[in-house]
């Protein structure tokens, strides 16, 4: 496919003799996905760093963004895997901010929900447009088909790794 070799191709060699029966492909794809992972991991650091925007109160505004701006704080909790609880402080901070308002639930009154502001929606908006371009640099190494054939062979991957270690079937290739 590529004669090009990368750092993993280097690391894979080193192991070989010390690891005869290494599968090197499968060694190769698992090393190359946790240095995407940091790599990926490191720009979204830096990005909110730059828009001052902690990683928690990124992620809340995420959260809030999926469900069209607008969730009740259980919802929001049960999104983060948070206990409900523990999601008033992070509002309380973004309220504090600019970046969501409380306003009374359009469904039960007795509820109140929460909503991203516009400065809220930039905030967010503006980290996400950062990390996507480098997700699209990195993934325009690949044609649209690549693409489409390597999401669709990690969904497979995948699917084994959400099932339990001793589960007996596992889906099938075809």
């Given at each position: 496919?590529?004669?090009a070799?990368?750092s993993v191709d280097?690391h ?6 010390v690891?005869p029966?290494?599968d090197a ?11 995407v992972t940091?790599h990926?991991r490191?720009v979204k650091e830096?990005?909110l ?14 959260a ?8 009740a704080?259980s919802e929001?909790?049960?999104d ?5 609880a523990?999601i ?6 973004l309220?504090?901010r ?5 306003t009374?639930s ?7 929900d ?7 929606r ?7 447009d950062?990390r996507?371009a480098e997700?699209h640099?990195?993934f325009?190494?690949?044609t649209p ?10 969904r497979r991957v995948l699917l084994?790794a959400e099932?339990?270690?001793?589960s007996?079937g ?5």
């Amino acid at each position: 496919m590529t004669t090009a070799h990368d750092s993993v191709d280097r690391h894979v060699e080193r192991w070989l003799p010390v690891l005869p029966d290494l599968d090197a492909d499968v060694e190769g794809a698992v090393t190359r996905m946790g240095v995407v992972t940091r790599h990926l991991r490191t720009v979204k650091e830096r990005v909110l760093a730059d828009f001052d925007l902690p990683a928690h109160e990124y992620d809340t505004l995420h959260a809030l963004a999926g469900r069209q701006g607008r969730a009740a704080p259980s919802e929001l909790a049960a999104d983060l895997a948070m206990a409900p609880a523990s999601i008033t402080a992070r509002v309380d901070n973004l309220v504090e901010r600019g970046y969501v308002r409380r306003t009374p639930s359009t469904v039960d009154r007795r509820r109140v929900d929460v909503e991203l502001t516009d400065a809220g929606r930039a905030a967010w908006h503006g980290a996400m447009d950062v990390r996507g371009a480098e997700e699209h640099r990195l993934f325009g190494a690949l044609t649209p088909s690549e693409r489409r054939l390597l999401s669709d062979l990690l969904r497979r991957v995948l699917l084994v790794a959400e099932q339990p270690a001793d589960s007996a079937g596992t889906p099938d290739p075809d």
